[in-house]
């Protein structure tokens, strides 16, 4: 071979210091050169060491307590993307902000209002061929169907409920505020799972998040106070009974949740 790598060539490469196109130009010089590959220091023990490392860590992996094919499709939950997260976080901000800068009683209200529909609509983007473009490969796969679906949700509506629930611990008014939000959304994500297994999840939450905005808009037009009629304690207990039904027809129905073309 003509040409060799000099000293201070070397150096470079041995202290990190050459771009990337340059490294790759001596590595493929020293796999083709026996002269220059010998001039490489190596440091035997440091080799074993590493070695000794990367065994540990393939033949015992950590426990997990998701398995990770599991992590894996989480995290191509269509849902758990940056740009539906940035909205949420949005959403929830202005809400706050509202609070302290205007109407306070109003803009409490309408954060209980639209806070529970927040979780159902990330359940309806979690699964299913409108938004997740892998879908038509995802459905061929062993782990669809209803564990995927209900993989996808759980993880989706524990992110936005849990944004919900800082947002919410920021809101001035009565401490009740807070969680006063949570049964109605609980209810309207399990109902959204329960209702499609005759539809699709997409059709099913936005269908009963529509009837939730009436149901309280209903409630405002005949002049009750939404408050105490629909976040109150006789309302709570309501929707902790309701929720307990849809998980009921849930577990019975749960090999139909599949909004996909292979149902």
Excluded: N
């Amino acid at each position: 071979m003509a040409w060799h790598v000099d000293d201070q060539l070397f150096e470079a490469y041995q202290d990190g210091r050459l771009d990337p196109s340059r490294v790759m130009a001596v590595d493929a010089h020293l796999q083709a050169c026996a002269d220059c590959r010998g001039a490489v220091p190596v440091d035997a023990a440091w080799l074993d060491r590493s070695w000794d490392g990367v065994l540990d860590r393939l033949q015992t992996p950590k426990p997990r307590v998701v398995p990770g094919h599991r992590l894996q499709l989480l995290a191509a939950t269509p849902a758990l993307r940056w740009s539906w997260l940035v909205a949420t976080v949005a959403v929830l901000t202005f809400g706050v902000v509202a609070a302290y800068a205007g109407d306070a009683q109003a803009s409490l209200l309408w954060f209980l209002i639209f806070a529970p529909v927040l979780p159902v609509l990330a359940v309806a983007t979690a699964y299913g061929p409108p938004f997740d473009p892998m879908h038509e490969i995802t459905s061929m796969t062993p782990a669809a169907g209803p564990a995927l679906v209900l993989w996808r949700s759980t993880a989706v509506v524990g992110v936005s409920m849990a944004m919900g629930m800082v947002a919410a611990a920021l809101l001035p008014g009565p401490g009740w505020y807070a969680v006063a939000w949570l049964l109605p959304a609980f209810l309207l994500c399990v109902s959204s799972l329960a209702l499609a297994t005759v539809m699709a999840l997409p059709l099913a939450a936005g269908l009963l998040a529509a009837v939730w905005l009436v149901t309280v808009g209903g409630v405002s037009a005949a002049g009750a106070a939404v408050p105490s009629a629909v976040f109150g304690p006789a309302a709570q207990a309501g929707y902790l009974l309701a929720a307990a039904v849809a998980a009921t027809v849930l577990t019975r129905r749960r090999r139909r949740l599949d909004p996909g073309e292979s149902r």
